[in-house]
């Protein structure tokens, strides 16, 4: 544990003046089982004895006293000036003691368990993921190309807002989100995605996630039906049922979802959550006819769309896919949009455009409750970012990076996988889906793969009602070339072993 400096106090120690038992080794007993309690933790330093005189209102003669005697003890390690520590190997000298070094998880009481919706393969990674094991390998999914991205200009952007911040900023903040970011955002999407878009009619959020949360919340009511499509994306779904709904999965093609299927089976469902631009996973794109009359059923049947455009800015052939929320009139489709794709992750900045002013009051509301806003700093260097042209440029050269790198995945299971890989080009998007033999379970490849250190999902798990042909998602963007080709020959290995 590194050595943490803090003065710090430590609650709970108190003295009775009237007992019996002398202050020095009241004092000295309540340390010790501070230290022993794992209250106060190797490596940590102890308050100096002039701030403990004062904290518990003794003389620092009797803390002198009672420090002393914890260091002649071994409980503690220090030096004049430098300050008193709790010593490194404590536990390993006082092992006979009882000493609850790893106490073991309790089961809760009753009465305090908590009901989840039941997580599969892809949610609990989100959930099990921890601090030092980001380790990115092939073919992990969705990965920005971290190693490209712009560190110099994002910190520069960085040092120009942390230099003029205002007193007023380090407030509270409007919750809607900061507002030249949303200007920044709404001029972004009129152009690239043709949005109908005023910054008004934006809210900022903690990533899709939240964005779904807050849908979730406000337009989802306990029994109420939602589309979603199969395969589809896992974290949206959990949101509505979490809220209540009632999931009704639409099967899925190259054109996006069957609509006749979805208007045939569940009329009455009240929100459709939808990827239009590049269906997750499987990589279509609605047609304009499709759209059209989708829009006209959610107008007749009164039903929200959530258009979830995540990855559609990776646009590598010609023609870019305009969003559906621009030839939205009847003020039915929620856009949801995210900086997780082409920045990184772990930003957490995301965005919903609501349809008209009544919706944004009401999304304002909800965010408010949830977490009052995002972080002001972020927002103001993301904004300076995009202002300073930065972030136009990193897309044009990613777009550039990854066209690259799927063209070359593409080429090595096209030369190499023969009849056990197959896979088509992708038009947008961070991933392509390599298909498997007929016969396969992809979900048991995927577990040996992983097994073997190559990371990716299989296709089934995304649905829920109907059968695909068996696939694995394969993330290509965060790879070098030799990357790419070192894990793809490790997969093919292995499948060649699978089916020998
Ligand atoms: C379909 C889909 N939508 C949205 C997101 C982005 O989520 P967030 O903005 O919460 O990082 C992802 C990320 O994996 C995704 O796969």
């Not at 979830?308 to 646009?315: I, L, M």
Request: charged fraction near 20%; aromatic fraction near 10%.
């Amino acid at each position: 544990m590194p050595k943490i400096s803090h003065d710090i106090s430590i609650a709970g120690l108190t003295i009775d003046r009237k007992s019996k038992i002398p202050l020095t080794k009241q004092l000295y007993e309540g340390i010790r089982s501070a230290i022993i309690n794992r209250q106060i933790r190797p490596g940590q330093r102890l308050p100096s004895s002039r701030t403990l005189a004062e904290d518990i209102g003794l003389s620092r003669n009797i803390v002198l006293l009672a420090y002393e005697q914890l260091t002649l003890e071994g409980y503690l390690t220090g030096s004049v000036g430098k300050g008193s520590f709790v010593s490194e190997d404590t536990y390993d000298s006082f092992a006979g003691q009882a000493i609850q070094q790893n106490k073991p998880v309790a089961p809760p009481d009753p009465g305090t368990e908590v009901q989840l919706p039941k997580l599969d393969q892809v949610s609990a990674v989100y959930v099990k993921r921890e601090t030092s094991k980001a380790i990115v390998k092939p073919f992990q999914n969705p990965v920005p190309a971290l190693d490209h991205f712009p560190f110099q200009s994002w910190s520069k952007c960085a040092g120009k807002i942390f230099r003029s911040l205002e007193f007023l900023q380090l407030s509270y903040d409007d919750a809607q989100g900061c507002y030249p970011l949303r200007e920044a955002i709404a001029a972004h999407l009129r152009i690239n995605r043709a949005l109908s878009c005023e910054p008004e009619q934006i809210i900022i959020t903690n990533g899709t996630q939240q964005a779904l949360n807050l849908i979730a919340s406000l337009l989802m009511q306990k029994g109420e039906q939602f589309w979603i499509e199969d395969p589809g994306y896992i974290n949206a779904k959990l949101a509505f049922i979490q809220a209540g709904g009632i999931p009704c999965y639409i099967p899925v093609d190259v054109n996006g979802i069957d609509l006749d299927h979805a208007c045939i089976h569940y009329p009455k469902a009240k929100l459709a959550f939808l990827t239009p631009s590049h269906q997750f996973p499987l990589g279509g794109t609605f047609s304009i006819a499709k759209r059209m009359q989708l829009l006209e059923w959610a107008s007749k049947n009164k039903m929200w769309i959530v258009e979830d455009d995540y990855d559609s800015e990776f646009r590598y052939s010609a023609k870019p896919v305009p969003s559906l929320q621009g030839m939205d009139h009847y003020q039915r489709v929620i856009y949801t949009g995210t900086f997780s794709k082409v920045l990184f992750p772990g930003l957490r900045i995301g965005y919903l455009v609501l349809p008209n002013p009544h919706l944004t009051q009401a999304f304002k509301q909800a965010k408010a409750f949830a977490d009052r806003q995002n972080a002001i700093t972020d927002q103001l260097i993301l904004n300076e970012f995009i202002k300073e042209g930065y972030y136009a440029t990193h897309l044009r050269k990613m777009r550039v990076l990854y066209k690259k790198r799927q063209d070359h995945l593409l080429e090595l299971i096209r030369k190499h996988g023969g009849e056990l890989l197959r896979a088509e080009k992708q038009g947008s998007g961070m991933h392509i889906i390599a298909y498997l033999q007929e016969n396969q379970d992809d979900q048991q490849i995927a577990a040996i793969l992983d097994q073997a250190g190559i990371i990716t999902t299989a296709l089934s798990v995304y649905s829920s009602k109907f059968k695909y042909p068996p696939g694995l998602l394969l993330g290509y963007t965060a790879f070098t070339e030799k990357d790419l080709e070192t894990g793809f020959f490790k997969l093919l290995a292995i499948l060649k072993e699978q089916h020998p």
